[in-house]
T-cell receptor
């Protein structure tokens, strides 16, 4: 089982719709969860972080975390063509006193005008 | 701050040659990470350092790969000898430990390596 799993997509949504991206992780001791956006040919950039159960909203983005189900999601409201990118889920764990971040393989999102 | 700086941005080399990738982390950051990204395998963590000390190199694919961090402002990833299957984008990222759970990584622009 992969440590962090994402559906590779592509996930296609029409402009203005809600895009829902999902991620599951295997380590129950995971402490922090991140969503990165990566445009083609560019480096990943952090768009959301979440540390406790529940929802966290930032503009059109909402991150949701359910540690009991080992599940984290990202909702993008009013999707725009500029949101078309690959979204990487990342999970931080602590091992031996050190921090390690593991990335999923990413979900490609396509917003259709 | 200039962010994480990687060089070169592009590298084309022939099989068997030595390749050295360079990274300058953000000043004050105490963690440095090297990743490799390919279409097939996604973003893979190769190795990471804390305070210049290698902590976990379990992602280094084989002995042809080595990484060093001689000081807080510089790290190298070396491939010797290089092979065509090493062709990928290599990212360096850095972060600063913050008490509690927060640990945000900042990525460099990456080095696109092509081994012919």
């Amino acid at each position: 089982q992969k440590e962090v799993e994402q559906n590779s997509g592509p996930l296609s949504v029409p402009e203005g719709a809600i895009a829902s991206l999902n991620c599951t992780y295997s380590d129950r001791g995971s402490q922090s969860f991140f969503w990165y956006r990566q445009y083609s040919g560019k480096s990943p950039e952090l768009i959301m972080s979440i540390y406790s159960n529940g929802d966290k909203e930032d503009g059109r983005f909402t991150a949701q975390l359910n540690k009991a189900s080992q599940y984290v999601s990202l909702l993008i409201r009013d999707s725009q063509p500029s949101d078309s990118a690959t979204y990487l889920c990342a999970v931080k764990t602590e091992s031996g006193g050190y921090q390690k971040v593991t990335f999923g393989t990413g979900t490609k999102l396509q917003v259709i005008p | 701050d200039a962010g994480v700086i990687q060089s070169p941005r592009h590298e084309v080399t022939e099989m068997g040659q030595e390749v050295t990738l360079r990274c300058k982390p953000i000043s004050g950051h105490d963690y440095l990470f090297w990743y490799r990204q390919t279409m097939m395998r996604g973003l893979e963590l190769l190795i990471y350092f804390n305070n210049n000390v290698p902590i976990d190199d379990s992602g280094m694919p084989e002995d042809r790969f080595s990484a060093k961090m001689p000081n807080a402002s510089f790290s190298t990833l070396k491939i010797q000898p290089s092979e065509p299957r090493d062709s990928a984008v290599y990212f360096c990222a850095s972060s600063k430990f913050v008490g509690g759970a927060k640990n945000i990584q900042y990525f460099g622009a990456g080095t696109r390596l092509s081994v012919l």
